[in-house]
């Protein structure tokens, strides 16, 4: 059974950087079947794909978070990491990670998630 | 910009109504489209991927249908599990994009 858990250290401070982890058990995080996905979820808002990693393709990142953000992965450990930069209280949100399935062109769908991390950026 | 709308964004019915969710994409999206139910305090599961394919394990009570830029998702006889927040996502155009949930009450 596929498993993913976030972690990460609490509570950031604006102007700093997030960073989380999320370890996959019960799958092979060095499949090419998959993308290992960031989605967030606002508290008052929906949900907002951050980005994914591929282990061997590399990272894609939303658009509107490019510039701040970035996704690695270590297979030897089966995780991977997101961080962004520059946090502001607009990045104050539940974060999850997820297992993105691989078609033709990118990730189609997101089946398991990870219970979910809600990080305050607080001063 | 790119839009996916979803409506109503609350519904409250009875135990054995029909209940009809809505999705419509600002352009066509090519049946790329997924449905997720997510409970409260917990993580979005998949429910139903292509538009209509029913995710393993999922009950039967739940379909999607739709095309070009318009897609549902029915209820068929809503149960008290069914409580949740329903949402969609497209995966025609990158980034994939969510709509704002459709929250799902017993009256």
């Known amino acids: 059974q596929v498993q993913l858990q976030e972690s990460g250290p609490g509570p950031v401070m604006p102007s700093q950087t997030l960073s989380l982890t999320c370890a996959v058990s019960?799958?092979?995080?060095?499949?090419?079947?998959?993308?290992w996905t960031w989605i967030r979820q606002h508290p008052e808002t929906g949900l907002e794909f951050i980005g994914h990693?591929?282990?061997?393709?590399?990272?894609y990142y939303n658009p509107s978070l490019q510039s701040r953000v970035s996704i690695s992965i270590d297979t030897s450990k089966h995780h991977f990491s997101l961080q962004l930069t520059s946090v502001t209280a607009a990045d104050t949100a539940v974060y999850f990670c997820?297992?993105?399935?691989?078609?033709?062109?990118?990730?189609?769908?997101?089946?398991?998630w990870g219970p979910g991390t809600l990080v305050t950026v607080s001063s | 910009d790119f839009q996916m709308t979803q409506s109503p964004s609350y519904v409250s019915a009875s135990v054995g109504d029909r209940v009809i969710i809505t999705c419509q994409a600002s352009?066509?999206?090519?049946?790329?489209l997924n449905w997720y139910q997510q409970k409260p305090g917990k993580a979005p599961k998949l429910l139903i991927y292509?538009?209509?394919n029913l995710q393993i394990g999922a009950p039967s009570r739940f379909s999607g249908s739709g095309s070009g830029t318009h897609y549902t998702l029915t209820i068929s006889s809503l149960q008290p599990e069914d409580i949740a927040t329903y949402f969609c996502?497209?995966?025609?155009?990158?980034?994939?994009?969510f709509g704002g949930g459709t929250r799902v009450d017993i009256k």
């Open positions: 997820a297992r993105g399935n691989n078609w033709s062109y990118g990730v189609n769908w997101f089946d398991p």
């Open positions: 019960g799958a092979s995080i060095s499949s090419g079947d998959f993308y």
């Open positions: 990693i591929h282990y061997s393709r590399g990272p």
């Open positions: 352009q066509v999206i090519n049946n790329f």
């Open positions: 292509d538009a209509t």
């Open positions: 996502q497209q995966y025609d155009n990158l980034p994939p994009l």
